[in-house]
């Protein structure tokens, strides 16, 4: 069962709470359109950890699009959000269900844990996931060679929030 958020443009915005037959739709979906194969495992992490970081967007009841987010301490010194998985099917894209679902995220990262930053990668081929993150504020922040299985590179991206984005861990106490 989802909690539901909001409602934009006929679709609604839910909170995950475990359900097996809507974990089965996202786990579907996520392997339908990301590159990287998760484990279940990876997914009851995530959903069972921080399901407050959990979000699904549906159209008549019916699962169009996902972000899957967790929350870490990074060293010791700064709370660092976590996107893990994004998806929305290809036939509602272009209408920033993405976007909002991201903004979502950010805004209940910031208003709920005080994170200091967001992370998250991406595939260097995967333009519209780049233009998207770059207009939220994010920065390529490193480039890692054959990241993912397919052996495809990926771009670490931050979100700055906090000042201690903006520092060296070495000189933040720990």
């Not at 990241?147 to 991206?157: G, K, S």
Request: with cysteine; charged share 30%.
């Amino acid at each position: 069962m989802t909690d539901h958020l909001f409602t934009c443009d006929s679709l609604t915005y839910h909170r995950f709470n475990l359900n097996e037959e809507e974990f089965k739709i996202i786990t579907n979906l996520v392997s339908q359109h990301l590159s990287e194969p998760y484990s279940i495992y990876v997914y009851w992490y995530f959903i069972n950890t921080w399901p407050q970081y959990c979000y699904t967007v549906k159209d008549e009841g019916k699962i169009i699009g996902v972000i899957i987010s967790k929350i870490n301490n990074h060293k010791d010194v700064r709370i660092r959000g976590y996107i893990g998985m994004l998806v929305v099917q290809d036939d509602y894209r272009k209408r920033g269900i993405a976007k909002k679902l991201v903004k979502l995220t950010i805004e209940n990262m910031i208003k709920d844990d005080k994170v200091d930053e967001i992370s998250l990668e991406t595939e260097v081929i995967n333009k519209g996931a780049l233009r998207l993150y770059e207009s939220l504020g994010f920065i390529k922040t490193k480039r890692l060679f054959k990241y993912y299985l397919n052996t495809h590179d990926a771009f670490r991206l931050i979100l700055p929030i906090s000042e201690k984005s903006f520092k060296r861990i070495a000189f933040l106490k720990h």
